[in-house]
């Protein structure tokens, strides 16, 4: 039998996707420090893989913002920066208000019942000060929506632009001010409920809008030495 012609693209997109994954929540959870420089050789042999994909991570890391690069000089994770956290907050709110407006008015029973799961996780994560619980429970409640509204693009963005936002917001779930969101997650669920989708729309995009208090704790605009 021939080798397929597409034998191996899996495994090496797989890779790529790995080591994307293992950097970017290592740099959200702070294992790896702002400011800290970035080694693609030691990367490679923690993650187990080879220099390319760890490359191409530190590319797609760029580009969210959440590594800095200057050719010949250095590769370091971004300092906190309040104002790419902005702007990075202006873009997932108009996607989360999208996501919702598309996905109200074909939610399900059972979709609607994840969202309230999702935020009673959510509820006792915030109540024991378990953030990455936490953040976890937060992003399965956004999701159902942005599943629901079944536009890629909307994920796309959603997924770049959102770990420059869940660096703050670690800052911020680990204070009562988080406690805030369970109830507009709640109210949120609610207008679902009641098919009101420009009111559900405004609600989402209003929660991720919210965070404006955590930016005063982002270091902003470090320089490395």
Same mark, same amino acid.
């Given at each position: ?92 709110? &108009?996607? +989360? @208000?999208?996501? =919702? ?8 029973? !059972?979709?609607?019942? %994840?969202? $309230? ?65 369970? &109830?507009? +997650? @709640?109210?949120? =669920? ?8 420009? !009111?559900?729309?405004? %609600?989402? $995009? ?20």
């Amino acid at each position: 039998m021939p080798v397929p012609a597409r034998m191996g693209v899996i495994s090496r997109s797989l890779l790529r996707e790995n080591a994307y994954q293992s950097i970017r929540d290592a740099i959200v959870d702070g294992t790896l420090a702002p400011g800290e420089r970035l080694n693609d050789a030691e990367l490679a042999q923690w993650l187990g893989v080879s220099r390319t994909p760890v490359r191409e991570a530190l590319t797609r890391l760029e580009e969210s913002g959440l590594v800095r690069t200057k050719p010949g000089r250095y590769t370091m994770v971004s300092p906190l920066d309040a104002r790419a956290a902005r702007a990075a907050q202006t873009v997932t709110a &108009a996607m +989360h @208000e999208l996501a =919702v407006r598309e996905a109200v008015p074909h939610l399900s029973a !059972g979709e609607m019942e %994840a969202m $309230r799961a999702a935020n009673a996780r959510f509820a006792a994560a915030l109540q024991a000060d378990d953030v990455d619980a936490a953040i976890a429970a937060d992003d399965e409640f956004h999701g159902v929506a942005v599943t629901a509204s079944a536009n890629p693009a909307i994920r796309a963005v959603v997924e770049q632009f959102t770990p420059v936002l869940r660096r703050l917001e670690r800052l911020r779930f680990s204070s009562l001010n988080g406690r805030a969101s369970v &109830a507009l +997650h @709640e109210r949120i =669920v609610t207008l679902c409920e009641a098919r009101d989708v420009e !009111g559900a729309a405004v %609600a989402a $995009r209003e929660n991720w809008l919210s965070l404006d208090e955590v930016f005063d704790l982002a270091v902003d605009d470090e320089r490395p030495a």
